[in-house]
């Protein structure tokens, strides 16, 4: 079984500041966040959230993600885990 690292979705309380830092201080390059036409609920604004596509793996949403803590986020998605405080990493299988 082949495994990588999709993700890596970080809390940041200032997205655009700690974005801000990736870039200047990292040498990381923001990218445009791609939405499905039925993503569920997601803060589009970029003010609460920011991408880091990792280049080594074609872009699109691997790498890192900057997200604004919100605590009603796994309510509106119907999820037991709120992703958007504390941050997770995701992992891909080819499976």
Do not use: C
């Not at 872009?59 to 890192?64: A, F, K, Q």
Request: net charge negative.
């Amino acid at each position: 079984m082949s495994w990588s690292i999709h993700l890596v979705n970080l809390q940041a309380t200032d997205v655009r500041a700690t974005a801000q830092f990736y870039g200047a201080v990292l040498g990381m390059e923001e990218g445009a966040w791609t939405f499905p036409d039925s993503p569920g609920y997601l803060p589009a604004d970029p003010d609460r959230l920011a991408l880091f596509p990792d280049p080594s793996k074609g872009g699109g949403h691997r790498g890192v993600h900057l997200i604004a803590p919100d605590p009603s986020f796994a309510q509106k998605n119907n999820l037991m885990h709120n992703p958007s405080i504390g941050g997770h990493v995701a992992i891909e299988v080819s499976d």
